[in-house]
């Protein structure tokens, strides 16, 4: 007899004498019925006891959260809500879990306080559904980019450089910060640090991935990458995981096209795949919906939403058509925005954003050539000298999703945009070869992994999409 999973079992097609299944109890009802759940899927299977049969003693340990090795036959199920159950003839307890004090009851927890259990929390209905979905959502976008002909790359997570160049970067050193080195006029000495320098942690692979996009053609990162942003918001991380794909001899239209089509791709994959977790996640938000006054309710179902982006064309609209938009907007003129737009050049705030593609498009979004001066120094520069070719994803209930651009191939310009916001040649010396030898036109984007899957789940707090979210004044477990 071989242990087989309770989604094995579930979708098993003939009825099955003497099967074996282990897992952790969900409930035990009427000393008779055991839900039981092992993660594989969102059901659970439902165990039959006959009490009769059972020590008593050993009965009394089959708590909620306890994990048990059951044996018994499958069979049709007498109840309703279920097609299969398991009439129990062997049951063991391989691990109690202790009534008075197990966090997770069979009752409705807030997220607040499954937060302060995230070790514990994967075992509610709502946290399994979202981390299978993370997974899939994972595996999804490395079969797109293995089908489409692009290389895995693994950037460095320690590295010298500031990609974004905002400064949010948390520092890497051995030195004894208590106690550090000091060269003569009084600064830090690096040069006696673990690396000879002065090094952090990673806020982008995008430079790295470059350096391979000129040789390898199309390649990708997906990995963790880290900012000391100080904002305490639903949809920031300092710790969280970012896709970026790089392509030689694509323009921001091939940009475009590219992340559109790998959007829509990896939101189909968990469509098809992973029907049970979205219905499940799907009737949550439906009865959260509920409880909320007309005007705030979503518009869209969650699987509804997602049908509808892999269905419909990204809206493609210019910053500065956005800006005119936004200028003459209800909101603008009503002074209901936090941050009012009233000339070309402002940066957009995620109200904004929202307002765009909540409001008047109604659809996800991309905007390009933004001004130059609120974006990233290695994002080509148009021929109006003012804007470059970039671009953001807007999508609903998140806002910014992607971010990406066309990059500054020409060396002189590059300089001197390096110039312009104090980048010292010589701590991108080999960046700029790539200017030297065989410069050429490409492109490439960021996708902040926890932002898609919380679109794709529908989960409003990006603390809930990642295992154990690293934000300020947070770092447990
Ligand atoms: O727009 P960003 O800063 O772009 C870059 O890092 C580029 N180097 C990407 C590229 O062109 N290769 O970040 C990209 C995406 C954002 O659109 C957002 O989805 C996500 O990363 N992101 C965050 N997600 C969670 N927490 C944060 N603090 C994030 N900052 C950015
Ligand atoms: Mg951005």
Known sequence: ?????????????????????????????????????????????????DFENFDEGLLKRVTTGAAIHIKGDLVESQGKGQTVEIQVKQLDVLGDSDVE??????????????????????????????????SALSFAIHKYFNENGFYYMHAPIITGSDAEGAGEMFQVTNLNIENTPKTEDGKVDYSQDFFGKETNLTVSGQLEAETYAMSLGKVYTFGPTFRAENSNTSRHLAEFWMIEPEVAFMDLAGNMDLAEDFMK???????????????FLDKRLEDEDKKKPQAE????????????????????????????????????????????????GADLQSEHERFLVEKHFKCPVILFDYPANIKAFYMRLNDDGKTVRAMDILFPGIGEIVGGAQREERLEVLKEKMAAIDIPEEDLWWYLDLRKFGTAVHSGFGLGFERLVMFATGMSNIRDVIPFPRTPQNAEF
């Open 1 to 49: 007899m071989q242990s087989k999973t309770v989604s094995d079992l579930l979708n098993q097609d003939i009825l099955l004498q003497e099967v074996e299944v282990k897992g952790w109890v969900r409930t035990f009802r009427a000393n008779r019925f055991i839900a039981l759940n092992d993660g594989s899927t969102i059901n659970n299977i439902q165990c039959v006891v």
């Open 101 to 134: 004090t197990y966090p997770i009851q069979p009752k409705k927890h807030s997220f607040e306080f499954l937060r302060e259990n995230a070790h514990l929390r994967t075992r509610t209905n709502t946290f399994s559904a979202v981390m299978r979905l993370r």
């Open 265 to 279: 791709s990896v939101i189909n994959y968990v469509l098809v795949n992973n029907k049970e977790d979205l219905e």
């Open 297 to 344: 309710r979503s518009p869209m179902g969650l699987i509804e939403k997602l049908n509808f982006v892999t269905e419909n064309n990204f809206k493609r609209v210019s910053y500065t058509e956005a800006i005119d938009i936004l200028r003459n907007s209800k909101p603008n003129k009503k002074k209901k925005f936090k941050y009012l737009i009233d000339e070309w």
